[in-house]
Structure formats: structure tokens, C-alpha cells
């Protein structure tokens, strides 16, 4: 009885650990589009109103983005905690802090820090341009993710399982 | 003033704010950043430079700005965000939080001939934006008449006190009549987020960064305006939109660069003759006062 229990366990810890990695992509995924949407209300804002950017940040803080954990919010953070460091300076900060937490592809991360290096230092239509760039090569990347997630999702999940009962008869 | 030095010192970066904590800011007007020379400060009766140990009167053991340093000045006091002042750039200055006024030196560019921007940024002369209120109850009340206000202009060089003394007048009308304010720069009540940062009274809307003779005109069809206050009024453009809110009974108290009325009467005679005073200003012991008010009629 107690081995049957043990070797239901086993199985149970496998496909856990299989489920949370799956998890995991799904929650990169979802961070990435969380960024996308950012990009998009950076490039709203300062297209409608051209306030700069520690204000428009403020404003999309109140308005959408306000979970503790979201990009935005982080950002708005280091903002007001900030004594008037360069926004690059912030961004660079929060993006690293932000990929760390979400566990962001190495490609998303170096082209946001490539994107906030430019950022707040160039004319309207060059900041608008390079945000709109920015949001496609999200999108490019969100899609392969997406694609990447559908293929093994399941696969992940099975080899958990099989890696559980595996163990299980080694062990037995 | 101790707001107003609070206020400025958060918009600079880490090591002037640092540097000018120490820096009384009683009379001072101005503070000038040129690359590669001494950080100076202009008080309403003397001229100091910045040292690391607070001022000097030697420039050779003053602090001396070098090209990064101006550069993050420039960011910090344009909240990092080129794109938001670039129509301002354009005319070399900016305004900034609590209407203080960034003027720029630097490489102009063109492009199909217009000036577009500024590049390789070589100095700052930061101005600093002051409110005395009650600096003009004795003018303002020989500007009123029995029917309400004189059409005024106010006339001077830089820095004698116009945009203070509009300021004031804009309070104190503002007790008795609706008043609106077409603040191109953001100078006279300093708008930040929309909230006037000087006290420009009860009464009174503000048309923040409208260009001139546009916000004018919008006045007058949407806020109805008893009054209306401008500052440095210049171009054809604006005499005609004065002329409209003459026309529809409007009184206007506006303010314009000049060095004397003489000068004035030969340059801009058609401005002048929508106007019923002048009052011309200037420096008397350094502090900015009415020098002579002057009927135009």
C-alpha cells in the first residue's frame, strides 16, 4: 500500500514540475504581451498629447497598468523613487528587474535595452517610430514563443508523467 | 522661495542639486550653464559663480560644466523627453515645471529651411519664474475705470518684471472680473499636469502653450472673458486677434519686449493703437518696478 502511495507520489511531483515549466512559458508569453500593450499606450500617449515620459508613465500607471506587478507599474515605481536619474537609466533598471521576474528570452530584453537607451532623446516622429519597431519585433517574438509553446506544451506534459513512471520503476 | 529652489533642484541633476542645495536663492534670477566655463549665478544686484563648496566671486575656483555634465542638465531640466519641448526648442527656449524658463545655445538645424531643433547643446540659462503677490496693487489700481479696465501694455526689456507683474494683475482682477490667460510659455500661472503653480486667483482660466493669437481667439468664443492677459505679444497675427477681441468688448492687458514707448510708437503703431495705457518698466536699484505709465490716447 505505502509503495503504491510513494510511486502516486512520484508520478504526482513529475507532472507538477512538467505542468509548472509549461506554466512558466505561459506566463513568459503573457509578459511579453504585456510589454507589446505598454509599448503601444508609450506611443499612444505621447502621440496624443506629447507629455514626457515620467508623466505619461504616471497617467498609464493610474489608468490600465496599476497591478503591482506589471511592467508599467514597476517602472512608475522607480520613477517617483527616483531623483531625476535619466529615464534610460530607469528603464534599463526595470526592464532587467522585470525579464529576472518573468524569465523574458534573451532577444526581448536586449532589444527593449537597445529600445530605452533612444528613448525621451529623440524628435516626436523618430521616438513613435522606434516604438512602433519596437512592438513588431515584440510581436514577431511573441508569435515564434507562441508557436514554440504550442509544440511542446503537450510534449512536456507527457515526458513529466513518463519521467515519474520511469522513476517509479526504477525504483520499485 | 523655498518651494521655488525645492522645485528647481528636483528638475536638476544629481550633482548640481547637490551643489546648488547650498546656494541662497533669495534674488536670484538666473543660472547659467556654458560648456566648458564657470556655472554662473546672476542675483538681482550681483554676479557669483558656482563653487563645490557653495559660491565664489573668482571664476578660476569656480565649478566649471563640462559636455556631459551640460548634457545631463539639459535631459534632467527637459524631464528627459526631447520629443515633449521640441516646439519650443525651436524657438530656443523651454518652460518648465513651475514656469521657470530653460533658454538654450547650441548648433541650429534646418531642414527645408525652417529651424527644425538644436543640437550639441553648449549653455543653459536657466530663469527662474518668481511670484511677489501684491507687486502690482498700485498699478492695478490705476488701470481700473468706472466701466472696468484699461487696455494695457506693459513694455520692457527682458528681465524687468513684465510676466511678474501680469501674474499679479491677473490675481487681483480675478477678485472682480472672469480673466483668461493665453500663456503661450506656460510663464504666467506655470501650469503643470493642468494645475496653475502661482496664484492667478478665483476667477481666472488658463489657456496653457495655445499659440497666441489662436487661444485669443478661442477665448473669446468659449470662456468669455472680461479680461484677457497675454505676454509678449509681437506678430501680425496677434494685432489682428486683438483687434477681434477689442471689437467684441473684451479688455486685454498684454505685455510686449521694447526698450522705450518712442521706440515702440515707430515700430509697432498698429499694435499700440488697440491699447489705452502703457505702462513702461525697468530696473530702478536692480529690483524690476514701473518706470512711467503713458496714456496712448
Known amino acids: 500500500m505505502l509503495k503504491l502511495l510513494g510511486a502516486l ?4 511531483a513529475c ?33 496624443f498629447q506629447l507629455d514626457p515620459l515620467p508623466e505619461v508613465i504616471s497617467r498609464l500607471h493610474k489608468e490600465q497598468f496599476s497591478e503591482a506587478d506589471s511592467f508599467i507599474s514597476q517602472l512608475h515605481t522607480n520613477v517617483q523613487n527616483s531623483e531625476n536619474e535619466p529615464f534610460s537609466q530607469l528603464w534599463e ?3 532587467k528587474l522585470f525579464s529576472k521576474e518573468k524569465e523574458l528570452p534573451i532577444q526581448a530584453e536586449s532589444l ?22 519596437g512592438q513588431a519585433s515584440l510581436s514577431e517574438l511573441i508569435d515564434e514563443t507562441e508557436q514554440n509553446y504550442g509544440k511542446t506544451e503537450k510534449m512536456t506534459k507527457s515526458l513529466s508523467i513518463i519521467l515519474g513512471i520511469f522513476i517509479v520503476i526504477l525504483l520499485l | 522661495m523655498d518651494n521655488t529652489k525645492d522645485m528647481i533642484l528636483r528638475q536638476l541633476s544629481d550633482t548640481y542639486r547637490r551643489l546648488l542645495s547650498s546656494v541662497p536663492f533669495q534674488g536670484l534670477e538666473e543660472i547659467r550653464f556654458r560648456i566648458e566655463r564657470p556655472v554662473t549665478l546672476y542675483y538681482h544686484d550681483r554676479t557669483v559663480y558656482l563653487s563645490d563648496c557653495g559660491i565664489t566671486l573668482y571664476p578660476h575656483s569656480a565649478k566649471f560644466i563640462g559636455k556631459s555634465e551640460l548634457e545631463d542638465v539639459s535631459s534632467c531640466l527637459l524631464n528627459h523627453s526631447v520629443y515633449a519641448y521640441l516646439n519650443e526648442i525651436k524657438d530656443g527656449f523651454a518652460t518648465i515645471r ?4 530653460v533658454g538654450l545655445a547650441g548648433k541650429c538645424i534646418i531642414k527645408n529651411g525652417q529651424i527644425t531643433g538644436m543640437t550639441a547643446i553648449s549653455g543653459i540659462n536657466l530663469r527662474i519664474a518668481r511670484e511677489y503677490p501684491g507687486c502690482a496693487k498700485a498699478l492695478a489700481d490705476r488701470l481700473k475705470t468706472q466701466n472696468g479696465v484699461k487696455n494695457t501694455l ?42 496653475p503653480q502661482f496664484d492667478i486667483g478665483p476667477q481666472t482660466d488658463v489657456l496653457d502653450r495655445f499659440p497666441k493669437s489662436s487661444g485669443m481667439l478661442l477665448a473669446l468664443r468659449s470662456l468669455s472673458p472680461q479680461i484677457l492677459l497675454t505676454d509678449e505679444l509681437g506678430d501680425e497675427k496677434d494685432a489682428e486677434a486683438i483687434r477681434k477681441l477689442c471689437g467684441a468688448g473684451c479688455r486685454i492687458i498684454a505685455s510686449m519686449h521694447g526698450d522705450s514707448l518712442s521706440e515702440l510708437r515707430r515700430t509697432k503703431k498698429e499694435l499700440l493703437s488697440f491699447f489705452d495705457v502703457a505702462v513702461c518698466m525697468g530696473r530702478q536699484n536692480g529690483i524690476p518696478s514701473v518706470i512711467s505709465i503713458e496714456s496712448l490716447r
Open chain 1, 9 to 12: 507520489l512520484v508520478i504526482a
Open chain 1, 15 to 47: 507532472t507538477a514540475f512538467g505542468i509548472k515549466s509549461v506554466m512558466k512559458k505561459r506566463d513568459t508569453i503573457k509578459a511579453l504581451k504585456e510589454l507589446r500593450s505598454a509599448l503601444s499606450e508609450i506611443a499612444r500617449a505621447i502621440n
Open chain 1, 93 to 95: 533598471h526595470t526592464i
Open chain 1, 112 to 133: 527593449l535595452l537597445s529600445l530605452g537607451e533612444s528613448l525621451g532623446k529623440m524628435d516626436y516622429e523618430t521616438e513613435l517610430s522606434r516604438l512602433k519597431e
Open chain 2, 98 to 101: 513651475g514656469g521657470h524658463r
Open chain 2, 154 to 195: 506693459l513694455i520692457s526689456p527682458p528681465q524687468c518684471g513684465k510676466t511678474t507683474y501680469l501674474r499679479d494683475l491677473a490675481r487681483i482682477f480675478s477678485h472682480t472680473y472672469k480673466i483668461t490667460i493665453v500663456d503661450e510659455r506656460s510663464e504666467i500661472a506655470g501650469t503643470y499636469e493642468g494645475v
